[in-house]
């Protein structure tokens, strides 16, 4: 996207992590400002792009799988498709991400939220180890043993540490999946937020996952609605409220888990995304070159959560219209109360998990930078909304309720996201990069 996307002054493309190094100690000596670009996939402007210095992180594109351990290797410059082809030959997957184009490095230092997330955790949790170059230049391998706080503090704390060059993470057994992407028009939006809200309280089963999205698009609304369960067959009875809404397009089916990740494409071609149309009988595929995500925590997604989340794609989709045209999604995450309890060993973020906050992800694209602030403001203001909601309902802690790292708007305050991991953050940043080298780079910083 064009609004988180600069032209820099240069590129580099270090190929090994001395190369890395050298480059990070010259950038450090010279105070001069720089990216680093893995997958490219964040909407926030300056987090992997800059005017200045682009590390782009391309040719660390290895994944190699351990059968012994039962871990793989992942670089850095891929994005988790790769991942997936690659893992694919030996029957096992990673925890990685849901949608095509999704980078493997900010995914995994913000968290990294998966359809395995039930069953395993976030992607975080499944770390065994890290390649980090410090910003002094030297090249580390990064464990709970070798330095505990230090691995701690990279587990969500984004590139305030360093530049990451490779993961080791845990593998599980893969098989076949079944699932994929449903569309709704306008007519039966009731039925599906209904059948959202229900899958939200009574499915339990942690094999099964869905993202339901609220859409508005040239001036109507539509659900795509994406459908997991990890096996080549639900149970009955699971799905059945979603397939029985009258639909606009159906793509289900038992399948690859690569072929369910790309249903839905989230990767951009050039500077253009492009969102086919909901509406019964036309289509339509309108690119849109400006965007942001934003994130609005909540303790359940309650049948009032799940309609609060519809009335706001239609109250903002009808406000935010205008002669450029607009996008608006509201993306609803049911996940298990028990899905942060997989961790064999803590993490910066999220700084709690005794209460475990569901990431509900905001969406907004537009065409022309003059109406950038505009869509901002109202991505403020519908998070406020959609919290008011749970607030009233009895909810607790949801005004200070630690935002997701990787949904949250560019502005969000680090002490919001990371609360209590905040002092022990900046000790091991002042260990680490006492000359804060890393702050010359974008993104959220401690």
Not at 333 to 346: A, G, K, M, V
Request: with cysteine; net charge negative; aromatic share 10%.
């Amino acid at each position: 996207m064009t609004s988180s996307s600069q032209d820099s002054a240069c590129v580099v493309e270090p190929g090994t992590a001395e190369d890395v190094g050298v480059v990070l100690t010259i950038l450090g000596d010279t105070q001069t400002p720089f990216a680093v670009k893995g997958g490219g996939h964040t909407g926030n402007p300056g987090y992997s792009s800059t005017e200045a210095v682009q590390i782009a992180m391309y040719r660390f594109s290895e994944v190699t799988y351990d059968e012994d351990a039962q871990t793989a290797t992942i670089g850095t410059g891929l994005i988790w498709d790769d991942v997936y082809t690659a893992l694919a030959p030996h029957n096992v997957n990673v925890v990685g991400g849901r949608v095509t184009g999704v980078g493997v490095a900010g995914f995994t230092l913000g968290g990294g939220y998966s359809w395995l997330t039930n069953q395993h955790g976030l992607t975080i949790d499944t770390l065994t180890s890290l390649e980090l170059v410090k910003p002094d230049g030297s090249v580390v391998n990064v464990t709970e043993s070798s330095d505990s706080e230090l691995f701690w503090a990279l587990k969500g704390g984004l590139n305030n540490y360093g530049i990451v060059t490779r993961f080791t993470l845990n593998t599980f057994p893969q098989g076949q999946v079944w699932g994929g992407l449903i569309t709704y028009a306008a007519s039966v939006l009731d039925d599906v937020a209904a059948a959202t809200a229900k899958f939200a309280a009574e499915v339990t089963d942690p094999k099964a996952a869905i993202i339901t999205s609220a859409n508005f698009l040239l001036a109507q609304p539509g659900v795509s609605q994406l459908l997991f369960y990890d096996g080549p067959n639900p149970p009955d009875g699971i799905f059945d409220d979603f397939l029985n809404i009258s639909h606009f397009s159906q793509d289900v089916s038992t399948r690859a888990f690569l072929d369910l990740v790309k249903v839905a494409p989230a990767n951009l071609t050039g500077n253009q995304r492009s969102f086919g149309l909901l509406v019964e009988g036309d289509s339509y595929l309108i690119p849109f070159c400006r965007g942001a995500f934003n994130t609005a925590p909540v303790q359940t997604l309650s049948t009032n959560i799940v309609n609060a989340m519809f009335n706001e794609s239609l109250f903002w989709g009808t406000q935010l219209q205008s002669s450029t045209g607009s996008f608006i999604s509201y993306d609803i995450e049911p996940f298990l109360p028990s899905h942060l309890s997989h961790n064999t060993s803590p993490s910066a973020w999220p700084p709690i998990r005794d209460t475990a906050f569901l990431p509900q992800c905001l969406y907004f694209a537009w065409v022309s930078s003059l109406e950038d602030e505009d869509f901002y403001d109202a991505m403020r203001q519908s998070v406020e909304q959609i919290q008011r909601v749970a607030i009233q309902e009895g909810q607790q802690g949801i005004d200070t309720a630690p935002p997701y790292t990787n949904y949250a708007l560019f502005d969000t305050s680090a002490e919001l996201i990371y609360g209590d991991s905040l002092p022990l953050m900046r000790s091991v940043k002042a260990r680490i990069d006492p000359d804060n080298v890393m702050g010359l780079a974008g993104g959220i910083k401690i």
